[in-house]
């Protein structure tokens, strides 16, 4: 009797619905600890008084277009051009360091939430310039920097408006704060359509930084957060070298916080910029959720922000410290560099301090006052790891605080 001829293969159902399961895995990861999210609407305008809230101006460069509903200003979706605005953010009294209190009913109460104080588009660049100017010419010649911050994945416009004023008003930042947001479109679907908005905005960010760098600014700090990241690091590889270099002195710290960068495509990126004059600094946590997710979408590759050789990196230039034992503000342990008000100028006052800053030192604040004792800017207990660069010698610095 033949044989019994073998089984015609079965498909394999499991490998999409891994993918399937793992994405939504990711969404709930992502968002968890995250009761609303500032959407349509979210920039109406609160004109209620709050004794004891701060307002923080931030000006705005966006490749996002327009949107249409009333209050919200940009959407998710790409422009044709850069865009540009001002929004005014009222932080309350009772605010949480590395918390952002959204509000449950819009606009929201000043006493208890962020609101928005003003908003409104600026006509172009050269709008966008002046405005930058004349905000630097209403401080003290030693506050006259800039701070760009540059948001990752799965960010809505406001949500990153409302955490970059957690962000300025947690470090004391007193320069002039810029926000570059690209078109996210706040899905956790969409981390190819983020990925490839992304990639589009490289050329409006070097035009920013241009702009700024032609601006009376007199020191311009960057700090970009996951995606973000890749975003300003392929910006800084397409910059003609002799463009940076004539810029070095203008660039103070730049922070990559979470970095969602493939290792091997970070260390491509580095060795066609070269080893920067200030090392970049790297906030990593090795349980970061996110990012775990993400290799593993990646195919297994490292990405930065997990990448457990410290020392490597700082062959590469960076100054790399590590929060692991840093507790975050949600479950994702993605955003713990919200939990740090010692971060971008403030962080430029660390490594000044440490003899690291090859530039003129920052005036003096009250985390360069404190040296070593950063308590004052952390509402948790942890132990960062500084592995420095080109010694490769680590400092543990002592963030003494109290719990939340």
Known sequence: MPAPA????????????????????????????????????ALKVSDQPAAGATEHTILIATTRARADAPDTYFSGERGKRRDFARATISVPPAHKPGRVEWPSVLPGDPSRHFVAREAGYLDDGDSFRR????????????????????????TLFAEGLYRFAQVVHDSGFTGVPVL?????????????????????????????????????????????????TWLLMETARQIPSGDLTRSADRIGQV?????????????????RIGKPPRPYMILLSKDDRA??????????????????????????????????????????????????GAIAPQLQSVLAAQGLDPGEAQPATGLADAGRDLGSFVRSTAQIAVTLPVTLLTIPVALAGAAE
């Open 6 to 41: 073998p089984p015609l293969p079965v498909a394999d159902t499991r490998r999409p619905l891994r993918g399937a399961v793992l994405v939504l895995l990711m969404g709930c990861v992502v968002l968890a600890g995250c009761a609303a999210r500032p959407d349509v609407g």
């Open 255 to 271: 922070v990559l916080a979470a970095p969602d960068i493939d290792i091997d495509v970070f260390k491509a990126q580095m060795r």
């Open 131 to 154: 405005a930058v100017n004349a905000a630097l010419a209403d401080r003290p010649a030693h506050e006259r920097d800039v701070f760009v911050f540059i948001h990752g994945y799965n």
């Open 291 to 340: 990012l775990s997710l993400s290799s593993r979408i990646a195919g297994g590759k490292a990405r930065v922000g997990g990448y457990e050789n410290d020392r490597e990196l700082a062959e590469l230039g960076a100054v790399v410290v590590d929060l692991t034992d840093l507790d975050g503000p949600d479950a994702t342990n993605h955003t713990k560099f919200t939990a740090i």
């Open 180 to 228: 570059f947001t690209w078109a996210s479109r706040g899905n956790v679907t969409d981390y190819v359509y983020d990925l490839n908005s992304a990639t589009v905005a490289r050329d409006a960010l070097e035009h920013t930084l241009a702009e700024l760098m032609r601006s009376d600014a007199r020191r311009i700090h960057i700090m970009a957060h996951s995606m973000g």
